[in-house]
């Protein structure tokens, strides 16, 4: 579907001011959606909200029906008196721009786990008959992903491949036997999504009743070791095992010779297909009760996806092979209605791609920090080029910021020589009419709400004028990624009142 005229800002929740770690849901995320009204910003994209893992990625989710607790605010705990300011007074103090997740974990799961200990003597009445109404709608991933979650802490957190064959094939005497033993720790779990959920769904509500839709995110593909393949194996190409016989990645290209390996499990279409695309019509119902407006990570998956030997050592072994295509967007239209969803059609992207894309009017993304290199595809990123079909990013959670971009060094910053880093600088300070690049987060941020796209969206890094090291995510970097946060004092008046000068200049105002 076709997005009306709007712009908006990237910013995912773990990156919220707070005294307690992390970015939460909570206080902080109510002030940044005033924020956002103040500067006539209509939409907030953010991440996937799911339950993270090893890496803290929160593209690699324990599930894709989940929340992450880690988002559960403090002080709104506080003021449901669930729990105490005391309680809350011995919380350590951590780093405000920088979430150490290691020991960030351990002290707010304290908290947590304190809150669920309480919970049948703290919760109020309607909160209570809220809970028992969420455990038996959600019930049909809900169970399953609580007691994955207490299978996965009893186990020492290794993945469910490496249960005892029992656990691991859902043997129903085990599944049983399990459910009963560890019936606290999945009481646990499900009290947690629970708060979760009442938690954002007021968020949300708020957010809507001032005029800004939220851009949620979901991956194409779900992580192996997470609750969806281990409770639904028959949708995914497993051996009896649990082990992968293929799995997701992409070819060899300009920036690595062999590929990449992402280590998904590969769907199994056809099976997917004889329930009536079933799974996918539950995840993105699920999805589109938390967000407005979703981003489709790799969108070209749906079309032809490669897929690679499960035991491969790197992707050059691997194939095209088709997707479902159109069918399973017929299906989920038929279902849910309107879709309003963004695909990101990022990367090789072939004429049956975009035909699928453009069948749907999914619009699709154009990155202005793409439009000035060496690429053949370059010119396309460029603003003179869009189409009013398409969504503007100066840069995504996956770029360097737009001033660490434009300051990048060959080597350790970048994969591009310093000749073409060069001549992409002056192409970029040609384009903009600027004779150097002191102000090029404001010049690319101008670019993207003036043109032609419906949408445009910037990240709140390139707003302050941040540098490389406020970078939210590193690809293929094993760790030190998605760590960034702000505080408030670096969203100056002086840079809200830009943003919205440029909203009404770019005639982006409408809610």
Not at 366 to 376: C, E, M, N, S, V
Request: charged residues 25%; hydrophobic residues 40%.
């Amino acid at each position: 579907m076709k997005f009306q005229r709007q712009t908006g800002v990237l910013l995912h929740p773990t990156s919220l001011p707070g005294p307690y770690g992390m970015g939460e849901i909570g206080p902080a995320a109510y002030a940044f959606v005033d924020k956002l009204v103040g500067m006539e910003q209509h939409l907030w994209q953010i991440l996937p909200l799911g339950p993270t893992s090893y890496g803290d990625s929160p593209y690699q989710s324990l599930s894709t029906f989940a929340g992450n607790p880690l988002l559960i605010s403090f002080d709104q705990l506080a003021a449901d008196g669930l729990l105490t300011s005391r309680q809350l007074a011995r919380f350590p103090q951590f780093d405000p721009h920088h979430i150490d997740y290691g020991p960030v974990i351990i002290e707010r799961m304290k908290i947590l786990r304190a809150v669920y200990r309480g919970f049948a003597k703290n919760v109020s009445p309607r909160m209570r008959k809220a809970y028992e109404t969420f455990c038996r709608c959600e019930a049909a991933w809900l169970d399953d992903y609580a007691l994955f979650i207490a299978l996965k802490d009893a186990h020492k957190g290794r993945p469910w491949i490496e249960w005892e064959e029992d656990l691991l094939l859902r043997k129903a005497t085990a599944i049983e036997k399990a459910t009963h033993k560890y019936s606290a720790a999945i009481e646990q779990v499900k009290i947690l999504q629970f708060l979760f959920s009442e938690q954002w769904q007021r968020l949300k509500k708020y957010a809507n009743n001032k005029g800004v839709r939220i851009i949620g995110d979901v991956p194409i593909f779900v992580a192996h070791d997470s609750a969806d393949v281990w409770a639904n194996p028959e949708l995914f190409f497993l051996d009896l095992g649990g082990r992968l016989i293929v799995q997701a990645g992409v070819p060899p290209d300009y920036f690595s010779k062999t590929g990449q390996l992402w280590g998904n499990p590969l769907y199994h279409w056809v099976a997917h297909r004889k329930t009536g695309y079933a799974w996918w019509i539950a995840r993105m119902k699920q999805t589109f009760r938390c967000v407005d407006i979703v981003r489709i990570d790799h969108f070209r998956g749906f079309e032809k996806y490669w897929e690679v030997p499960g035991t491969a050592p790197n992707a050059i072994q691997g194939r095209w092979v088709e997707g479902p295509g159109a069918d399973l967007f017929v299906v989920l239209k038929a279902a849910l209605g309107d879709l309003p969803i963004i695909a990101e059609d990022l990367g090789v992207i072939t004429p049956e791609v975009e035909a699928l894309r453009d069948r749907f009017e999914f619009p699709g993304m154009r990155i202005l920090q793409f439009a000035f290199g060496t690429d053949p595809k370059a010119k396309a990123f460029r603003p003179h080029n869009f189409k009013p079909n398409c969504v503007a990013y100066t840069g995504t959670h996956d770029n360097d910021t737009t001033v660490g971009w434009f300051n990048s060094k060959p080597g350790r910053d970048s994969t591009r020589s310093g000749a073409a880093i060069k001549k992409e600088r002056k192409t970029v300070l040609n384009y903009v009419k600027k004779k150097n690049g002191d102000d090029i987060h404001w010049d690319m941020i101008k670019l993207a709400l003036l043109s032609k796209a419906n949408t445009s969206i910037v990240p709140i890094q390139d707003i302050m004028g941040l540098g490389s090291e406020a970078r939210m995510n590193l690809p293929g970097r094993p760790g030190g990624n998605w760590q960034w946060r702000f505080t408030w004092d670096m969203l100056t008046d002086d840079m809200c009142r830009r943003l919205h000068a440029l909203t009404i200049k770019g005639k982006r105002t409408e809610g």
